[in-house]
């Protein structure tokens, strides 16, 4: 199975300031025939379920606010949030869906206000 | 507007057995393939289960095959988890999923359920 690794475990952030996250595959998740990357990822807000804000690595789901940001290719990705929110605060998780069926998860990132 | 509810989760003993329920509604459910996620207490997601759009292809984490089915009913806009032989790790909020693509397994999920807890205890 690939395994997916992320950074950092937590991280606490001042309202309006940016927060990165990192997410590594621990094999290509580059599909060359289609040039695309099988990494999304999800929001999870304390007691809610997880909800998709990217998916093909930097494609946003739609509604999603623009400040958040999804980019890398192969085996580094990163989520961006420019000037966090209050709203924002939540679990983040990174899914690759190129080894299909065993799909894997990143283990999460929890965001919080500085 | 999508719409997925689960529903069967409760208190189980170790070797027992339970049926899940996810009802859908807001799109065409037979054109999405589904699947189950789930997630221990305080812990990540995982993939449990997942099922094509008429229910054709099934598939399974390592971890449960062979004591979990999954299963679909599209004229009752349906999936089921049917869990036998359930273990203390099987403890866990299970997510009912719906695919984002139209018509074939993409594997990345657009649409959750708010859940519903299973706990395997003693």
């Known amino acids: 199975d690939i395994v997916m690794t992320q950074s950092p475990d937590s991280l606490a952030v001042s309202l309006g300031e940016r927060a990165t996250i990192n997410c590594k595959s621990s094999?290509?998740?580059?599909?060359?025939?289609?040039?695309?990357?099988?990494l999304a990822w999800y929001q999870q807000k304390p007691g809610q379920p997880p909800k998709l804000l990217f998916y093909?690595?930097?494609t946003r789901e739609s509604g999603v606010p623009d400040r958040f940001s999804g980019s890398g290719s192969g085996t580094d990705f990163t989520l961006t949030i420019n000037s966090l929110q209050a709203e924002d605060v939540a679990v983040y998780y990174c899914?690759?869906?190129?080894?299909?069926?065993?799909?894997?998860f990143g283990p999460g990132t929890k965001v919080e206000i500085k | 507007e999508v719409q997925l509810a689960e529903s069967g989760g409760d208190l189980v003993q170790p070797g027992g057995s339970l049926r899940l329920s996810c009802s859908a509604s807001g799109f065409t459910f037979s054109n999405y393939a589904m699947y189950w996620v789930r997630q221990g207490p305080g812990k990540g997601l995982e993939y449990v289960s997942g099922?094509?759009?008429?229910?054709?292809?099934?598939y399974y984490a390592d971890s449960v095959r062979g004591r979990f089915t999954i299963s679909r009913d599209n004229s009752k806009n349906a999936l089921y988890l049917e869990m036998s032989s359930l273990r203390t790790e099987d403890t866990a909020v299970y997510y009912c999923?719906?695919?984002?693509?139209?018509?074939?397994?993409?594997?990345?999920?657009?649409?959750w359920g708010q859940g519903t807890p299973v706990t395997v205890s003693s």
């Open positions: 099922i094509s759009t008429h229910g054709g292809s099934t």
């Open positions: 899914q690759q869906y190129f080894s299909t069926p065993q799909v894997t």
């Open positions: 093909w690595a930097s």
């Open positions: 094999q290509s998740i580059l599909y060359s025939p289609n040039n695309k990357n099988y």
């Open positions: 999923v719906k695919d984002r693509i139209l018509f074939t397994s993409g594997w990345c999920y657009d649409h």
